[in-house]
């Protein structure tokens, strides 16, 4: 079985930053892709950035410029620095990867909610 576990989330004011975390656990022989969904109220989830085992990354255009991921393969962790927050970013925010452990498959985070206040 394997556990994301994602944090970092809280309320900031508009032009503000965040640094969002998430530590996959348990038996991973590999970590294909992983990165961050969100989801506001009313919406549907859509994808934020993504990073895979070959470093490519992918972000939502609205974020590009504002927004960073990266990993850190020997702590099984991937990071998303969110900078020049927009009230319009405020959302849960889920961490997503795609797992080889005895199999593949996909897990989710439990979502970390963001908060930008104007």
């Known amino acids: 079985q394997v556990q994301l576990e994602d944090s970092g989330g809280g309320l900031v004011q508009a032009g503000g930053s965040l640094r969002l975390s998430c530590a996959a656990s348990?038996?991973?022989?590999?970590?294909?892709?992983i990165g961050w969904y969100r989801q506001a109220p009313g919406k549907q989830r859509e994808l934020v950035a993504a990073?895979?085992?070959?470093?490519?990354?992918n972000y939502a255009d609205s974020v590009k410029g504002r927004f960073t991921i990266s990993r850190d393969n020997a702590k099984n962790t991937v990071y998303l620095q969110m900078n020049s927050l927009k009230p319009e970013d405020t959302a849960v925010y889920y961490c997503?990867?795609?797992?080889?452990?005895?199999?593949?498959?996909?897990?989710w985070g439990q979502g970390t909610q963001v908060t930008v206040s104007s």
């Open positions: 990073i895979t085992s070959g470093s490519r990354t």
């Open positions: 997503n990867a795609d797992v080889t452990s005895y199999n593949r498959k996909i897990y």
């Open positions: 348990g038996s991973i022989f590999s970590i294909n892709a």
